[in-house]
């Protein structure tokens, strides 16, 4: 039987490859990021259902599940990325709290709210999949930050859930490519210092983040919640 997923900032990258994923799978899926043409582009290309959204505003969280089925399987709480990459340093106060709370906004309290709003939702062996960042260990400012209350609150949210069969984990990807991350100033120096930092000599992929999601939303992933995954080849370890 198909789930229903639903997959937020999936015009591109990590998004749209978990996406596709789960519709290659034949799951119903339905995207949503700010941008409408790519957004549509990338639904037309994978067979999913676009609905266009910023989802770190209340309203257009609101008008989203809206359009959403009465149940949902999986969700993917993929929005965010450094909204401040290309900013230039904070003149004041004002300046430095407006690109903190931009980067709290788009990182964590976009997934606090698509998730509040399709809870009820959310069907037994379902799955609240979040995707995070190796910034969060590597003091990245207020990314890394965001990201790191990201996976604060997913603790929190599992043992809410858990009674309910839901799970909520984190993915924790390092360097991967095929994404915008980096806009246009990655260096030569600077990827090959990323790669040689991992175990395995290789940047990630967007598939390797999307293999994950789709086993932490498969049946043999039930008896894992409450944990951050860190999908970046050895470059930072745990044990």
Known sequence: MSRHVLVTGASGGIGLAVAERFARAGDEVVVTARRPEPLAAAADKIGARAVPA???????????????????????????????????????????????RTNLEANLISAVLVTEAVRERLRAGGSVIHLGSIGAERGAGSYGAAKAALASWSVGLSAELGPGGVTSNVISPGYIEQTEFFRD????????????????GRPGTVHDVAETAFFLASPGARHITGQLLNVNGGAFTTR
């Open 54 to 100: 910023d989802v770190s505003d209340p309203d257009q969280v609101a008008a989203l599940v809206e359009q959403l089925p009465e149940q949902l399987d999986v969700l993917v709480n993929n929005a965010g990325g450094n909204r401040v990459f290309d900013e230039a340093e904070p003149a004041g106060l004002a300046e430095v709290a407006k690109l903190w």
């Open 185 to 200: 100033r990655m260096t030569d120096a600077r990827r090959t210092a990323l790669v040689v930092a991992t175990h395995n």
